[in-house]
């Protein structure tokens, strides 16, 4: 059986409001806090992460999600689905990478290749080109709001297959860079493509590059979720169906097969510059079929939803600023 690990908060009980570590089967969530007496389950926003990064701590959880499927879960250690709130499952990430340009045909439909006339350069297939999103305001669960600012002018979707850092390291090479790996997760990179804060005399390259940065930074704009799969429980991470809608109508359909970066390049690109850590995030990039190429905008009252095969299903509606 698959494991689904989560991050939730029971709506009622003795300890509402107390998110602690879960498995999902089958529409019933599980407290892996309660059934085993891990007081590192509950509270702690990392829990998911680090069960992922422990052989020994993912062994524990196995055989309580085996006694759970054989009904032996006592009452009140298990709740339907509908009565919790799922959580992002890695909150507040030490570390929330993104990539941008790993598929070539979204590097293909951008605005800066149209208007040059050019595709894939040997550029583009040079370096993994890493940005940070901050974690503690962007990260929201499936279910919270995409907000459109009072301030935004285009704010776009972008379906991304999400790596969780496990066992942390440096200089992780590509033959060893898997079992650094976690587990995966759904992550929308929602960005404000047109962001304009102040007025300037001039927009230079520079200035445009922190403005397209900045677009990545506003609240809710990295929605996460809706849990976590340890890595060994999907046959294969090279080639997952990944699928975007918005308002039922499908707008990207891509597969992780096409990245340009693998996930042993990312990893060891990234820990080249920097330790990776036990609950940091790499959100690889988006396949094609973004709004700004196509000229559709988020707008208040949309539901986006992203579908990663074996994962599940990330869908939060859209939102106006208050």
Known sequence: MQLKLVLFTPKTDPCA?????????????????????ECEWCANPLAVAEIMADDEALARVR???????????????WWPLVDVRLEAPVPTPGKL???AGNYAEHIMESTSKKLQ???????????????????????????????VGKGATFVDWEAEFGVIVGKPGKHISREDAM?????????????????????????????????????????NFAPMGPCAVPLGDLENVDRLGLKLWVNGELKQDGNTGQMIFKIPDILAYISSICTLHTGD??????PSGVGHAQGIRLQPGDVVR????????LENPVVAEE
């Open 17 to 37: 409001g107390l998110t602690r570590a879960g498995a999902l089967i089958e529409g019933v969530v599980y407290d892996l806090h309660a059934l085993s007496g």
């Open 63 to 77: 055989a309580i999600v085996a006694d759970c499927v054989e009904g032996k879960a006592p009452d009140g250690t």
């Open 97 to 99: 990478f993104a990539l």
């Open 117 to 147: 006339g050019t595709g894939v350069t040997g550029s583009d297939l040079a370096t993994p080109r890493v940005f940070m999103k901050p974690s503690t305001n962007t990260v929201c669960a499936t279910g919270d709001p995409i907000i």
């Open 179 to 219: 079992s650094h790996v976690g587990g995966i997760t759904i992550v929308n990179d929602v960005s404000e493509r047109e962001l304009k804060i102040w007025d300037r005399p001039e927009d230079r390259d520079w200035d445009k590059f922190f403005d397209w940065l900045n677009g990545k930074w506003c609240d």
């Open 281 to 286: 995030v790499i959100a690889t990039g988006t």
């Open 306 to 313: 992203i579908e990663l095969e074996g994962v599940g299903v």
